[in-house]
């Protein structure tokens, strides 16, 4: 596609309820970033695909977080039995490795999740 | 650890007034630095970046940020600000994480309020 998408834009849900996150990457790029964007904070990083390897989940809050990328393409983040202070906005990023260096990451706009 | 610093949470300026926006890092080696504008409900867009070579670079919407090795700061700049630049501005840095791979680590943002 031409960005990254995201679904849903917002999501409101009860808590202990599980959630589910969609984020569609930029078709090519090897690499899918989830972060986490609570009020008034910077991007805190969750969890990291890089190809085939193995991801980097050292982001993950807690036990109740996961995530997978079906395919090399779209990733599913699942929150389970969500908690008021699961309460933000989750942001995806992808981009395309280049060769020997970092990459310039492109984001989604978000699902903005309110817990009850 | 590493860490990416922007000192000033809230920054005011009036329209056509020149802008900069600090930011410091704590890194042993040079890393991959950008800058990212979020406006209100948007997702985060690049203004720039640098990888390696002169330390001046120019980005989008009339913006410049200069590296600064001596002072491990790359600062973000413009001449003239325009009432569309509000928004909250965004310091990364990218750090091999592991061989090939690349870590992100975020400041927690400058919101910038432009007066007319």
């Known amino acids: 596609g031409a960005g990254v998408s995201q679904s849903p834009s917002n999501k409101v849900t009860e808590k202990g309820k599980d959630v589910e996150l969609r984020c569609d990457p930029i078709s090519g790029h090897t690499a899918l970033y989830w972060y986490r964007q609570s009020l008034g904070q910077g991007l805190e990083f969750l969890i990291y695909?890089?190809?085939?390897?193995?991801?980097?989940k050292s982001g993950l809050p807690s036990d109740r977080f996961s995530a997978e990328r079906t395919g090399g393409s779209v990733s599913t983040l699942t929150i389970q039995r969500t908690q008021q202070e699961d309460s933000a906005v989750y942001l995806c990023?992808?981009?395309?490795?280049?060769?020997?260096?970092?990459?310039?990451?492109?984001f989604g706009p978000g699902t903005r999740l309110l817990v009850l | 650890a590493q860490s990416v610093t922007q000192p000033d949470i809230h920054i005011t300026v009036s329209e056509g007034a020149s802008l900069e926006l600090r930011c410091n890092y704590s890194y042993g080696a040079t890393p991959y630095l950008f800058w990212y504008v979020q406006s209100p409900g948007q997702g985060l867009q690049l203004l720039l970046k640098?990888?390696?070579?002169?330390?001046l670079v120019q980005g989008i919407k009339g913006f410049e940020a200069e590296f600064k090795r001596s002072q491990s700061s790359f600062n973000l700049r413009k001449p003239s600000v325009h009432w569309s630049d509000a928004a909250e501005y965004f310091c990364a840095v990218g750090l091999e994480a592991t061989s090939g791979t690349y870590k992100y680590i975020f400041g927690t943002g400058t919101r910038l309020k432009v007066l007319a």
């Open positions: 695909f890089q190809g085939n390897s193995a991801p980097d």
């Open positions: 990023a992808s981009s395309l490795r280049l060769a020997g260096g970092a990459m310039t990451q492109y």
């Open positions: 640098y990888f390696s070579g002169d330390t």
